[in-house]
DNA sequence: AACCTATTCTAATATATTTTGGAATATTGT
DNA sequence: ACAATATTCCAAAATATATTAGAATAGGTT
């Protein structure tokens, strides 16, 4: 091979890699998956994600530098968004990839989620049925600001710490269908479980936000009811 | 957040990551995209990737530990491959990614490719309808070894680098179409660019073998005519 | 203009990865 | 047993990445 045709071709690797370094790091993936639910700013990210702010800064520039965010300044605040919606999806087979064939990855999202399939999650379509039949509630348990950047139309937003103290709002008779950030969420599954040890009839919905989206189901950022 | 949570939650994140440090690296994908064309002893991969055989054999235990790459031991030789098929998808994915949304990336590709959309290259469907009329060459410009591992049925094979000197076997009339190893590989392209300067009616196969394989194609690994 | 705040930048340290050359290991063939 | 060979293992050096604390910057407010 001539030196100047292995140089490019060691170029386009090297630029191949950058999409792999980007993903080669735990926070940047939570960061990823926190900006799958909607832009937040720098500050946000690191009290949601565990980080110093300084330290999420630079995981940001990061992630810029491989194209999978974007941001804009609101005045003093600069918000962080995914690049698009590709991205998320992305994302979601990176990590369907791991714990498909990694037994420690299976192992660690079994730790973390439970048995979640054990749960019987609804597929984003059957949940279409079932709202056109109606007599379902579909309960969103993420965090207020991620449900007030986007959520299912009808989703009524109970954040998953305080669904203990707010179990009353609930309506006692209904069927309910929890979702949360996505496969790899505990929320939804937590709030099940609490829900049906409380004699709730309750589901989680299969992939959470993200798959609902990629479904092309509707999302709307209007305020809940 | 309790601390057993966060603790579980981390190392979630640290498994999603390993995929993507195993991919974080040029010479690893480099292996990979080789790979993609069948097993390889170390030795081979080393001189394909123009690596010392040391160094292929840690990133080969990079990439085994991700679960991307398994391997089986034929006497004193070790054979390795991809462990799925998913593997070369998914590889691809990543590099559609970056050259999608990095602008070195594509560039990067421009460089050592050409301009390979010019060249009006041919999908894998219509190479099918094309070879069912009759009247179409296909042609393997890769190494032997990897048309050995496994070709498109009826392709005849000349190494890129034999081209030029064994034009004289081509049929004068026929039209080519001409794969290598996939879309980043310059084999094709270049073969084309050759043919068409001699006069020869040429295109190259969109995708390479990869391509053609997820497309459900046949694929064998008898010698050729 | 002075001050406040969110973010980025900088420099330093700690940690991880890459690469190399050579030793060790495993298998085959004599 | 011994020699030959492919591969892996090991230790060291070079390079890259992650993280932190604090300084610098940019926009907003008083």
Redesign the interface.
Known sequence: ?RAD??A???????????????????????LLDLLAQGERSVEELAAAA?LRVSNTSAQLRVLAG???VASRRDGVRIYYRL?DQ?VSA?TG???D???S??A??EQ??R??LGDVAALEPVAPDELVRRLNDGQVLVLDVRPEAEYAAGHIPGAVNVPHDQLAARLAELPGGADIVAYCRGR?C?FAPDAVRQLRARGFSAWPLAGGLPDWRHAGLPVTAQASA
Do not use: C, H, I, W
């Open positions: 091979m045709e292995r490019r071709k060691t170029a386009l690797y090297e630029q191949f890699a950058r999409v792999g370094k980007a993903l080669a790091n735990p926070a940047r993936l939570e565990g491989a194209g999978l690049a590709n992305f087979r990176v990590q990839f791991a714990t064939r990694l420690d990855a660690a999202a730790s973390y790899y505990v």
